[in-house]
């Protein structure tokens, strides 16, 4: 239960104000950092929340699939620039932010993760190449200001960091399919 309590307080601390306002300042760091924090703060709140209600988990969730839907789904909306935008002018938007990414996404994929099985697994790291490859040639390549609170170098920014999460996951995918991980059990 640790685990859960070090999750909320992550949550706690990155719903304070000062926290939020400063972390949503820079466009990177309120994209790769403070959303990516949230999910991590869900993940850690999950197995309370699993102990708690395991029939619901069980019925709701039972192989995985819509668990990891429900996470990518809540993850890919908040990846549009124009929801970064409304979350910072729009007081229900931001309040949507703090509750989904934890609470939906961050529970979902901790819930699902083993259950989907290592080819599953395989499936999400793509998709998620795809999606860092597609916001890097977006942010990257975009001769306009895409979100309006922020400037365009910290959209260019922010596809960089996009990039490299990218090129990171296909690193780490491709050590998985070439690499026998039995010789290091």
């Known amino acids: 239960m640790k685990q859960a309590f070090y999750g909320l307080l992550l949550f706690i601390f990155l719903a304070l104000p000062p926290v939020a306002a400063i972390m ?3 466009m990177i760091v309120h994209m ?9 703060s869900g993940l850690l ?7 708690k209600f395991p029939g619901f988990f ?3 969730n039972s192989n995985g699939v819509p668990g990891i839907l429900l996470f990518v789904i809540i993850w ?4 549009i620039p124009r929801s970064m935008d409304e979350a910072l002018t729009i007081q229900l938007v931001e309040i949507f932010k703090f509750i989904s990414l934890p609470f939906l996404a961050g529970i979902a994929l901790r819930d699902s993760w083993t259950k989907i099985g290592s080819f599953g697994q395989k499936i999400v790291f793509v998709f998620f ?14 001769d306009s200001q895409i979100c309006n609170n922020y400037l365009q170098v910290e959209q260019q920014t922010v596809g960089w960091g996009s990039l490299f999460f990218g090129v990171f996951l296909l690193i780490y995918v491709l050590q998985l399919i070439f690499i026998d991980h039995s010789q290091y059990e």
Not at 32 to 40: D, E, G, R, W
Not at 45 to 51: G, S, V
Not at 76 to 79: A, C, E, Q, V
């Open 129 to 142: 190449i795809v999606m860092f490859s597609i916001m890097a040639w977006i942010y990257i390549g975009a």
């Open 32 to 40: 790769h950092m403070q959303m990516t924090l949230l999910a991590v």
């Open 24 to 26: 949503e300042s820079v």
């Open 45 to 51: 709140m999950a197995r309370f929340f699993q102990i």
């Open 76 to 79: 890919s909306f908040w990846m």
């Open 58 to 60: 069980r019925k709701w």
